[in-house]
């Protein structure tokens, strides 16, 4: 189903290392409104969309696998030259005890991911909404992100990653038009 390019959706630099920031960007790496959450979301709905629309969820959730991909290489970036001190100080210590610096899918707040972040109710036009609400909270959190730090490299790519969330809003707003339209045609037998 899938071809793997061994590069990045959209180029990733930091200009500098960055803790807090990482501890930050782990929200959309596996929090609530995620990139794994939002992968996981789409592709497990398909199953249950009409046809007409069944493409563009799966379109939508391989792209997220590679936002998250992205995420993971500016969390890897920003921490990769820290200093056990430097990860203690602001405030990964119990994060680097049960970790090192390997990822792991949790929040900012530490909080590990969960199933019960994502939801499927079987009825197309109610999914289509969740995935409308969905990109919309990740488009606000990343516009968060992109206050919270002044790494103008950084900022880019979160732009980047901004500004996909605000066409997967449309593209799942056109769909449920689709459906609407679909619903709403007599049907004859």
Known sequence: MWVYEKKLQ???????????????????????????????????????????????????GTEEFAHLEMIATMIYKLTKDATVEELDAAGMGAYYVSHDRALFYQNAGGVPWTATYIQAKGDPIADLYEDIAAEEKARATYQWLIDMTDDVDLQDSLKFLREREIVHSLRFREAVEILKDNRDQKKFF
């Open 10 to 60: 959209y180029p990733v630099r930091v200009a500098k290392c960055d803790i807090r920031m990482a501890k930050y960007l782990a929200e959309q790496y596996g929090g609530a409104d995620g990139e794994l959450s939002a992968a996981l979301r789409y592709l497990n709905q398909r199953y249950t969309i009409p046809d007409k629309v069944i493409g563009l969820l799966n379109d939508i």
